[in-house]
């Protein structure tokens, strides 16, 4: 099955600054790779997502990079904020159709912490 | 934008007892739900893939028994915790995509936290 690498497992940045988490996966048929947030006590929340027909992507303030070849994935995010601090999650999933339509499997987690 | 429920959002019970938590995705038709566990500062792992009208897939190491899963309708699906004991104290978390689409995008709920006295 999948197995989907994070790092780092901790991050600390002063606000204005760069976070970078990076994760690596193993299925060379995963396809479809999401990023959440996790605030404490609370579900997900879909940040990004990118798919395996595109390099890059961008919303704002985030951003995510693939690159199939290495079979690794990027979250970008350019001047934080106190308020991005949280959980960051990222996935991987086939959804290529079948039984395993949906099914993610999740990296480690990266504890975000921006400081005023 | 889609929305997904859970009930109840935190639930303390006596080692034995059972518990049921309730998914809902309150604006579309979920043909499938996912659910997931997590234990503190770790990773989301998912237990069983919950199908409309059919039995539910558990992933390997996860007791079928123990974990009962329904899914009567498009728009709940249920996680029956049975005999639960402090070992299952965790963080329970529903996800669902709809069957009219095709993104791949799925909706999350809040999550339940259990505790087992």
């Known amino acids: 099955g999948e197995n989907v690498e994070q790092h780092p497992s901790t991050l600390s940045v002063q606000e204005g600054d760069s976070a970078v988490i990076k994760c690596t996966y193993s299925?060379?048929?995963?396809?479809?790779f999401p990023w959440y947030k996790q605030e404490l006590g609370k579900g997900p929340q879909l940040i990004i997502d990118?798919?395996?027909?595109?390099g890059e992507k961008k919303d704002q303030r985030i951003a995510v990079t693939l690159n199939k070849t290495a079979k690794h994935f990027s979250l970008h995010i350019t001047e934080t904020q106190p308020e991005d601090s949280a959980v960051y999650f990222c996935?991987?999933?086939?959804?290529?159709?079948?039984?395993?339509?949906?099914?993610?499997?999740f990296g480690q987690g990266t504890i975000l912490t921006v400081h005023p | 934008g889609a929305v997904v429920s859970q009930h109840p959002s935190r639930v303390i019970c006596k080692s034995g007892t059972s518990v049921k938590i309730e998914c809902r995705s309150l604006?579309?038709?979920?043909?499938?739900m996912f659910w997931y566990r997590q234990f503190p500062k770790q990773s989301l792992m998912l237990m069983a893939t919950?199908?409309?009208?059919?039995?539910?897939?558990?992933e390997q190491g996860v007791e079928k028994d123990k974990f009962l899963i329904n899914h009567a309708s498009l728009t709940l699906s249920t996680l029956t915790v049975t005999s639960a004991h402090p070992e299952d104290s965790s963080f329970y978390i529903c996800?669902?995509?709809?069957?009219?689409?095709?993104?791949?995008?799925?909706?999350f709920g809040e999550g339940s936290r259990l505790t087992v006295l």
């Open positions: 996800s669902a995509r709809s069957g009219g689409r095709n993104t791949g995008e799925l909706f």
């Open positions: 299925d060379s048929a995963s396809n479809y």
């Open positions: 990118i798919r395996s027909n595109v």
């Open positions: 996935a991987a999933s086939n959804n290529a159709g079948g039984t395993s339509y949906g099914k993610l499997t």
């Open positions: 604006d579309f038709q979920a043909t499938t």
């Open positions: 919950s199908n409309e009208g059919s039995k539910a897939t558990y």
